[in-house]
């Protein structure tokens, strides 16, 4: 059976519907998705990594979560049901951090980028994911560059650490992240140590 996604404009409005296989070689045609950063309480990031029998990336170590949206479905729904289907994790509060875009020449995608503070069971997906680990900032920022991530993975990276420059106090290399639905507080995560 088929997915289907939305194909949506540049402004992000549905104007028709396509087959994933047909979005994922074709850029003209711009669809929608989600990734979450998900960090536990020392503030690492979990990371999942690819299958190898992946169209897109196989192989590379890549956001917490990311997938497309369904036909029909929001950004948040659509994050929230990748938690489940991918790591298995329910119920967990996300905080919306920022939109985005992928182009390139296999694909064009508009998306939301999500943040989770979990420390709990993962059970990850083995038909989609060949293993999922917490990475520190250090080993992040020291793999940056040596193909072990997706690029995209690595765009995100570099995002979300100017996102979170934006918001760093002066006292301390951490940010508050909040257990709801926008920015402003609540649990806090070393991202960045030095």
């Not at 995608?109 to 999500?114: A, F, L, S, W």
Request: glycine share 8%.
């Amino acid at each position: 059976m088929s997915e289907w996604f939305d194909v949506v404009d540049e402004d992000d409005c549905v104007i028709s519907r396509a087959k994933r296989s047909d979005c994922h070689g074709n850029p003209k045609l711009i669809h929608r998705a989600v990734h979450v950063l998900v960090f536990n309480d020392a503030g690492d990031l979990l990371l999942q990594k690819r299958l190898l029998s992946k169209d897109i990336q196989p192989g590379k170590w890549d956001s917490s979560v990311g997938g497309h949206l369904d036909e029909g479905e929001g950004y948040r729904a659509a994050a929230l049901r990748e938690m489940v289907e991918e790591l298995g994790i329910a119920g967990a509060p996300l905080t919306f951090l920022y939109k985005s875009t992928i182009r390139n020449s296999i694909e064009s995608e508009n998306i939301e980028t999500y943040l989770c503070g979990y420390s709990g069971e993962i059970n990850y997906a083995p038909d989609e994911i060949s293993e999922v680990r917490f990475w520190t900032a250090e080993e992040i920022d020291k793999a940056l560059g040596t193909g072990l991530f997706t690029p995209n993975f690595e765009d995100e990276w570099a995002m979300f650490q100017d996102f979170v420059g934006k918001y760093q106090t002066q006292a301390s290399r951490s940010i508050n992240f909040c257990g709801g639905d926008s920015f402003p507080a609540i649990m806090t995560a070393l991202i960045n140590e030095g």
